[in-house]
């Protein structure tokens, strides 16, 4: 891939993740759905609030755990203030002020709708729309345009000093990038054109299968279709304009792009895919986090040295079991260092951040304070002979050469 200002990109990885965050106010968490983006977000706006921003965290993932482990009851589509007790009781000082929400897609598209249309009548008539009320939520792209929408809105606010938003737990990366062109052509396209006005052979099969379905159910599909696509042709400038805004919101250099994946083949392509694509658009990454990180020893010794020493306490049995533990946890820190490798040599990012694996989700503010110390703590360079839980690992030349997962 072509890097743009190499000499800057070398000099930013010798940064922290703070300072490489310093300057953005918006911090765009993506990646591969299932690696853990929401704990990530929480744990970068905890890590922001905590230099003295005030920072607003908004989350996709409906799951009550983010909530737990803020403290919160719920959240909702508007950012609520997290307790600095909380986390003070955890033993993190927060010197600014955390917020947080959960997008709701539904809600968000309606006030979409709301501000986007030219009368009130028009905004309450594709509101009450049957067709809008199932679509507004189920056409693809809309979760991703709706948290855009949202970012979007939070910034132009100016309540905030940095937004960190979990992008969708789309099935690619790179779905949220492409989500306002994917909604508008459906908006706008054939689909559109040809329940307005289908002519010939199509219009009288299309003829056919509304009159089938307003026997059998009652509903006047086709009128109601038709109705929707006439009212939303009277928004696709606001909506066409608000796209515009959110592009030029995504290349801003004060716009971060966090790269979150997790060690496996699947997300680590998927990863490099996706800085390639920002890089192509001029998109700005900041940085790459390795979360799920297996560290382990390179070793390969240890787990018979480990079986050897435990056998006159636990038995020759129990001992032979627990070393085979240790030797299969050994081979998937292999792996894990190896994609590390495969990433540091394919994205032009000698110093991957990490974050190592955990055997629960995070649910506690305890745990995301932890999480927050392991990605923001101490950035001392590791001991080859004794590399740290988490944090950047040095990858030097002759590790480069070990070949990729």
Do not use: W
């Not at 790179?174 to 508008?184: Q, T, V």
């Not at 796209?243 to 680590?268: K, Q, Y």
């Amino acid at each position: 891939m072509t890097v743009r200002h190499r000499p800057k990109r070398e000099a930013a990885a010798e940064l922290d993740l703070a300072a490489r965050l310093a300057d953005a106010s918006v911090v765009i968490c993506a990646g591969a759905g299932g690696v853990g983006k929401t704990t990530v977000a929480a744990t970068v706006g905890l890590g922001l609030a905590a230099t003295g921003r005030r920072v607003a965290v908004v989350t996709i993932d409906p799951a009550r755990r983010l909530a737990e482990a803020l403290g919160l009851p719920e959240l909702g589509n508007e950012p609520q203030p997290v307790e600095p007790a909380l986390l003070e009781s955890s033993g993190l000082e927060l010197r600014g002020e955390l917020h947080a929400m959960m997008l709701d897609v539904k809600r968000t598209f309606d006030e979409l709708i709301e501000l986007l249309a030219p009368a009130a009548e028009t905004a309450r008539a594709i509101l009450a729309n049957p067709v809008y009320r199932q679509l507004s939520t189920a056409v693809a792209g809309s979760q991703e345009y709706t948290a855009m929408a949202k970012l979007f809105e939070l910034e132009r606010s100016g309540a905030f000093d940095a937004i960190v938003l979990d992008t969708p737990p789309s099935r690619n990366a790179i779905d949220f990038l492409e989500a306002p062109d994917r909604l508008l052509a459906f908006l706008e396209g054939r689909a559109a054109a040809g329940l307005l006005g289908p002519t010939g052979h199509a219009a009288r099969a299309a003829g056919i299968v509304f009159a089938a379905i307003r026997r059998i159910t009652g509903v006047a599909l086709l009128d109601d279709l038709t109705t929707f696509f006439r009212l939303v042709a009277e928004l696709l400038s606001g909506f066409h304009e608000r796209a515009a805004a959110v592009r030029e919101l995504l290349a801003d250099p004060a716009t971060a792009f966090l790269i979150v994946t997790s060690p496996e083949r699947g997300p680590v392509e998927e990863a490099i895919y996706f800085a390639q694509r920002l890089d192509r658009g001029g998109l700005h990454s900041r940085g790459l986090i390795l979360n799920r990180f297996h560290a382990g020893s390179e070793d390969t010794r240890d787990a018979a040295v480990t079986a050897a020493r435990l056998a006159p306490a636990l038995g020759t049995e129990l001992a032979a079991k627990v070393g085979r533990s240790a030797a299969e946890f050994e081979q998937l820190a292999r792996r894990d260092r190896l994609a590390m490798r495969r990433l540091a040599d394919a994205l032009d990012e000698p110093a991957p951040f990490r974050l190592s694996d955990r055997e629960a989700d995070v649910h506690d503010i305890s745990a995301l304070v932890e999480l927050h110390r392991e990605l923001f703590g101490d950035r001392r360079e590791p001991s080859p002979e004794r590399p740290e839980a988490g944090g950047r690992e040095p990858v030097d030349a002759k590790a480069r050469s070990h070949g990729h997962p």
